[in-house]
């Protein structure tokens, strides 16, 4: 049963659309992260969070910004969406940065900007 | 800089193992893992192994650690059409920050 979860599952939306993607987890995990998954299926890391106020910027350059102003809540917002957004979005936390548990991910947002 | 390789195709039949190879540039991973997506979903922890172990068994997955040449392999015994997915290899990149990922193996199983 997941425990982290992300609404909406597909999204298409028109250019200039501002949107926001949802992500909560009921684990109590403090760090929290955001994935974009290309069409080849390779994974980015776009975004991180230690904690309520902290935000940090992934390997991926990213358009998107994030809020952590709740442990369990770490939404994604794309002010002005653009073609060249559409991809994959994987939110995941975990509690330890190196620890044995890994990553829970949740099942993903499919969004298209048409 | 990190780099996670893999192969990115394997076809098997069902019944026969399934061997996937994956190689990482970060030597000091405490923790190597491999993950599996199925079609429209997220990703699902599978295994993990431990740097200071060479094998890790658990039911019908073995994973094996060759430190010193940093490859890192998951054989799946039995293979069956459930296991049809993508499987990724990950480490810690070496910020401690994140997991990094292979671009992942296809395995097609067919009956």
Not at chain 2, 28 to 35: A, F, G, K, V
Not at chain 2, 61 to 70: A, E, F, P, R
Not at chain 2, 101 to 108: A, D, E, I, N, Q
Request: proline residues 2%; charged residues 20%; glycine residues 8%.
């Amino acid at each position: 049963e997941a425990d982290i979860y992300q609404t909406p599952r597909y999204l298409v939306i028109g250019t200039g659309k501002k949107i926001t993607l949802e992500c909560s987890q009921t684990m109590g995990h403090d760090k929290m992260y955001w994935y974009q998954q290309d069409p080849g299926m390779e994974l980015h890391l776009i975004h991180y969070s230690y904690g309520v106020n902290s935000t940090e910027k992934g390997d991926l350059s990213s358009e998107s910004t994030v809020s952590r102003i709740r442990t369990e809540h770490f939404p994604l917002t794309l002010e002005s969406a653009r073609p060249s957004h559409t991809s994959q979005y994987l939110c995941a936390s975990s509690e330890f940065d190196r620890g044995v548990d890994g990553y829970t991910f949740g099942s993903g947002t499919r969004l298209t900007v048409v | 800089g990190e780099d996670v390789e893999q192969s990115l195709f394997l076809s098997v039949r069902e019944g026969d193992s399934s061997v996937i190879n994956c190689t990482y540039t970060d030597s000091s991973s405490t923790y190597l893992y491999w993950y599996k997506q199925e079609p429209g979903a997220g990703l699902q922890l599978l295994t993990y192994i431990f740097s200071n172990m060479d094998m890790k068994q658990d039911q019908r997955l073995t994973v094996l650690l060759n430190k010193k040449d940093k490859h890192l392999s998951l054989r799946i015994a039995d293979t069956q059409t459930g296991d049809s997915a993508i499987y990724f290899c990950a480490e810690i990149n070496q910020a401690g920050t994140a997991l990094i990922f292979g671009k992942g193996t296809t395995l097609s199983v067919s009956s």
